[in-house]
């Protein structure tokens, strides 16, 4: 068929002379190029103790962020649950009572707050559903563990280290 | 026989059956160390600096996996096939000569352990002994899988046997003599009678033929069929687990550093080096830095061997049998008659 | 001579299990330990050549192929055709013939003495290479080319079509 972008090459296989078909000489080739191989620098991250550095926009593990005063920002409004397509986040709502202020921003808190870390997809949606600025996803991976229960993520694991005095 | 001699022998063998054995255990890290760097990683280092320990860690974990007898296999068989691999890997080493006479006292002490006429021809009958380990491997494990395995891997050993025995013909027909301490003697030194005194340098197709035919003994790539997991199910060792198929991949490192060794000894002068009458050391000394000559030259080629595996991929079943049947044989044959004409006309001048 | 009449016991103990043991690849085993016990038989006559070329040529080629079409037959005791009687004493007559045979051409030629040989060294490659080139030039070259000639009719039997060549 006529090519209509004339782009269209047509290689010719050669027979291949002696050289090609001794064979030596292109392994003596190859050898040449591996061993120049050993001698470039590792690729290797050496990955416990040494992070690739992460693009500014890596999606992470979740976490519940806290305010300059070190109170939890969250304030159960669901609005993250209802964000998730993969309907990963689960919470129960809570009053504040007196003495918790400076636990808690605002009267209304998440007493539990639970993502499924196997139905999450890290798509990001509850950061951006988020009113309050409460959850981010600027963790590590999620690291392999051995039981499915293990996987839901309470709040033990997802709310920041309180504030050093 | 005396004592002494019986203490003797007993002593060289078992310091070169444990520097075996060490060898073809750190040659399992080496390959992956060295296949690390071809391929700009770094290979194993959790285990100990550098990972020294990984070979323990493999061992280990061999002897404590379950190890698996098929219900309808052949138990004795079964078993006997990865002694048999093993076995026949590890006794090639007993006619290799590691170095010069050491002198202790009177003693004159031969670093060989048993100096036969025929040594060449006892190689190679170890050799083909060989293939009996990986055939009834195959066998005695009652699956044909395992069965085509075995017999792929035994043509191919068999096919590669011709070609290295017309290869080594020529050899013995340039040093006159089938006892492998008389062919390391006669390579003595660097240059002899203003030429190279090794043998590669009288035969270097012939030595070409038979590194390419110790690469095909000793399974390894580009002519390891017998063991391509991927694509012809590993072939006569899918049947084994745990130590018994450790076994079979321990006696393919033994292979390469006895083929390493023979390689050495019959074509790259063995335990000789260049200068060694000209430096002025005692016998024992020069005996010694053979010593650790020959090792030198066996880890270059142990090395040879893992380079070329990770540069060279795997040949097709069929280029394998054109390469053995019909490129190497022909070639070695006229590489035999060209010596016999070279020789003919070098008595006649 | 202990070791003599150990290693003779061993090589007839193994070539009757090889008549013995049932399955096919058990006898060719047993017939490779029976080389291997005859190959040191050989080195006790000083013949290392031979002993060598035992081995390599029939523990490491011929029984390796006899193995090899064995394995592949896959004989079991369901196909094995039923021998009849008749067919068993006429074996056992056979070989009782056979038998006799060997027996009166053995004390015909005085076999059984023992033998001394002039030269203890005879067996060593250059004595016995010297004495094929040069006595026993003829019968050497001639069974060479038998051996040549059946090579080549294995070549042509292997051929498909014979026409075509």
Redesign the interface.
């Given at each position: 068929m006529e090519s209509l972008s004339n782009r269209k090459k047509v290689l010719e296989q050669k027979p291949m002379s002696f050289g090609e078909k001794i064979y030596l000489p292109s392994?003596a080739k190859?050898?040449a190029?591996?061993?120049k191989?050993?001698f470039?620098?590792?690729?290797?991250i050496f990955y416990p103790e040494e992070l690739r550095p992460m693009s500014e926009n890596w999606r992470g593990l979740h976490s519940l962020k806290r305010d300059e005063n070190g109170k939890e920002r969250c304030t159960a409004c669901g609005l993250c649950a209802l964000a998730c397509p993969a309907e990963a986040i689960t919470m129960e709502a809570a009053e504040r009572k007196k003495g918790e202020e400076n636990l808690y921003r605002e009267e209304k808190y998440a007493a539990v707050y639970e993502i499924n870390m196997l139905r999450c997809i890290f798509c990001g949606l509850c950061e951006e559903a988020c009113p309050k600025e409460a959850i981010y996803l600027d963790g590590p991976f999620l690291e392999a563990d051995y039981l499915r229960k293990d996987f839901i993520f309470g709040k033990d694991k997802l709310v920041e280290e309180p504030l050093k005095p | 026989m005396e004592l002494t001699f019986v203490i003797e022998k007993v002593v060289l063998v078992s310091v070169i059956f444990l520097i075996t054995l060490g060898i073809a255990a750190y040659s399992t890290l080496a390959e992956r160390k060295?296949a690390g760097?071809?391929?700009?990683?770094?290979g194993p280092h959790r285990a100990g600096p550098f990972g020294v320990f990984q070979p323990l860690a493999d061992g280990g974990k061999m002897f404590f996996k379950e190890e698996i007898i098929p219900s309808q296999s052949n138990p004795f068989l079964f078993i006997a096939a990865p002694c048999l691999a093993l076995l026949t890997a590890s006794i090639g080493s007993a006619v290799i000569p590691w170095g010069q006479d050491v002198t202790i006292g009177d003693r004159v002490i031969q670093l060989q352990v048993a100096n036969i006429n025929v040594g060449i021809l006892y190689i190679f009958g170890v050799v083909s002994l060989g293939v009996y380990g990986i055939m009834i491997a195959g066998w005695s494990s009652n699956n044909k899988y395992s069965l085509m395995g075995s017999v792929r891997a035994a043509s191919q050993n068999i096919s590669y046997e011709i070609a290295m025995g017309l290869s080594l013909i020529a050899l013995l027909m340039v040093t006159q003599t089938l006892s492998l301490r008389e062919i390391a003697e006669q390579q003595n030194g660097f240059w002899q009678n203003g030429w190279f005194s090794w043998n590669f340098f009288c035969q270097p197709i012939g030595f070409l033929i038979f590194l390419v035919c110790s690469f095909a003994e000793c399974n390894r790539t580009p002519f390891d069929l017998p063991e391509s997991e991927n694509e012809l199910v590993a072939g006569y060792h899918t049947e084994y687990s745990g130590f018994k198929l450790g076994a079979f991949l321990f006696s393919e490192y033994i292979n390469m550093f006895v083929s390493s060794a023979v390689m050495s000894t019959l074509y790259f002068g063995g335990y000789n080096f260049p200068f060694m009458n000209d430096l002025g050391l005692s016998a024992n000394i020069i005996a010694v830095l053979g010593v650790l000559f020959l090792f030198a030259k066996i880890f270059f080629f142990i090395f040879f061997f893992m380079?070329?595996r990770?540069?060279?991929p795997r040949f097709r079943y069929d280029q394998l049998m054109n390469l053995g049947w019909k490129v190497l044989i022909p070639l070695s044959i006229a590489n035999i008659v060209v010596t016999g004409i070279w020789i003919t006309v070098k008595d006649l001048l | 001579m202990n070791l003599f009449y150990f290693v003779a016991f061993l090589s007839i103990f193994f070539s009757l299990l090889v008549i013995f043991s049932k399955n096919p690849v058990y006898s060719v085993l047993y017939l490779i330990v029976t080389f291997f016990t005859f190959s040191i038989h050989y080195i006790l006559l000083n013949a290392q050549f031979l002993a060598i070329v035992n081995f390599i040529v029939y523990m490491g080629a011929i029984l390796v192929l006899f193995l090899y079409v064995l394995m592949l037959l896959n004989l079991n005791k369901e196909s094995e055709p039923m021998k009849s009687n008749l067919l068993k004493v006429v074996g056992v007559i056979a070989g009782l013939c056979l038998l006799l045979t060997v027996a009166g051409s053995l004390k015909l030629l005085h076999a059984s003495d023992p033998v001394l040989l002039k030269n203890p060294d005879i067996g060593l490659v250059r004595n016995l290479g010297k004495v094929l080139f040069k006595e026993f030039l003829l019968p050497f070259e001639v069974s060479s080319i038998l051996l040549l000639s059946a090579m080549v009719g294995a070549v042509l039997l292997a051929k498909k079509d014979i026409t075509k060549v």
């Amino acid at each position: 068929m006529e090519s209509l972008s004339n782009r269209k090459k047509v290689l010719e296989q050669k027979p291949m002379s002696f050289g090609e078909k001794i064979y030596l000489p292109s392994i003596a080739k190859g050898l040449a190029i591996t061993f120049k191989h050993i001698f470039k620098k590792r690729e290797t991250i050496f990955y416990p103790e040494e992070l690739r550095p992460m693009s500014e926009n890596w999606r992470g593990l979740h976490s519940l962020k806290r305010d300059e005063n070190g109170k939890e920002r969250c304030t159960a409004c669901g609005l993250c649950a209802l964000a998730c397509p993969a309907e990963a986040i689960t919470m129960e709502a809570a009053e504040r009572k007196k003495g918790e202020e400076n636990l808690y921003r605002e009267e209304k808190y998440a007493a539990v707050y639970e993502i499924n870390m196997l139905r999450c997809i890290f798509c990001g949606l509850c950061e951006e559903a988020c009113p309050k600025e409460a959850i981010y996803l600027d963790g590590p991976f999620l690291e392999a563990d051995y039981l499915r229960k293990d996987f839901i993520f309470g709040k033990d694991k997802l709310v920041e280290e309180p504030l050093k005095p | 026989m005396e004592l002494t001699f019986v203490i003797e022998k007993v002593v060289l063998v078992s310091v070169i059956f444990l520097i075996t054995l060490g060898i073809a255990a750190y040659s399992t890290l080496a390959e992956r160390k060295i296949a690390g760097y071809i391929q700009g990683r770094v290979g194993p280092h959790r285990a100990g600096p550098f990972g020294v320990f990984q070979p323990l860690a493999d061992g280990g974990k061999m002897f404590f996996k379950e190890e698996i007898i098929p219900s309808q296999s052949n138990p004795f068989l079964f078993i006997a096939a990865p002694c048999l691999a093993l076995l026949t890997a590890s006794i090639g080493s007993a006619v290799i000569p590691w170095g010069q006479d050491v002198t202790i006292g009177d003693r004159v002490i031969q670093l060989q352990v048993a100096n036969i006429n025929v040594g060449i021809l006892y190689i190679f009958g170890v050799v083909s002994l060989g293939v009996y380990g990986i055939m009834i491997a195959g066998w005695s494990s009652n699956n044909k899988y395992s069965l085509m395995g075995s017999v792929r891997a035994a043509s191919q050993n068999i096919s590669y046997e011709i070609a290295m025995g017309l290869s080594l013909i020529a050899l013995l027909m340039v040093t006159q003599t089938l006892s492998l301490r008389e062919i390391a003697e006669q390579q003595n030194g660097f240059w002899q009678n203003g030429w190279f005194s090794w043998n590669f340098f009288c035969q270097p197709i012939g030595f070409l033929i038979f590194l390419v035919c110790s690469f095909a003994e000793c399974n390894r790539t580009p002519f390891d069929l017998p063991e391509s997991e991927n694509e012809l199910v590993a072939g006569y060792h899918t049947e084994y687990s745990g130590f018994k198929l450790g076994a079979f991949l321990f006696s393919e490192y033994i292979n390469m550093f006895v083929s390493s060794a023979v390689m050495s000894t019959l074509y790259f002068g063995g335990y000789n080096f260049p200068f060694m009458n000209d430096l002025g050391l005692s016998a024992n000394i020069i005996a010694v830095l053979g010593v650790l000559f020959l090792f030198a030259k066996i880890f270059f080629f142990i090395f040879f061997f893992m380079w070329i595996r990770w540069t060279v991929p795997r040949f097709r079943y069929d280029q394998l049998m054109n390469l053995g049947w019909k490129v190497l044989i022909p070639l070695s044959i006229a590489n035999i008659v060209v010596t016999g004409i070279w020789i003919t006309v070098k008595d006649l001048l | 001579m202990n070791l003599f009449y150990f290693v003779a016991f061993l090589s007839i103990f193994f070539s009757l299990l090889v008549i013995f043991s049932k399955n096919p690849v058990y006898s060719v085993l047993y017939l490779i330990v029976t080389f291997f016990t005859f190959s040191i038989h050989y080195i006790l006559l000083n013949a290392q050549f031979l002993a060598i070329v035992n081995f390599i040529v029939y523990m490491g080629a011929i029984l390796v192929l006899f193995l090899y079409v064995l394995m592949l037959l896959n004989l079991n005791k369901e196909s094995e055709p039923m021998k009849s009687n008749l067919l068993k004493v006429v074996g056992v007559i056979a070989g009782l013939c056979l038998l006799l045979t060997v027996a009166g051409s053995l004390k015909l030629l005085h076999a059984s003495d023992p033998v001394l040989l002039k030269n203890p060294d005879i067996g060593l490659v250059r004595n016995l290479g010297k004495v094929l080139f040069k006595e026993f030039l003829l019968p050497f070259e001639v069974s060479s080319i038998l051996l040549l000639s059946a090579m080549v009719g294995a070549v042509l039997l292997a051929k498909k079509d014979i026409t075509k060549v």
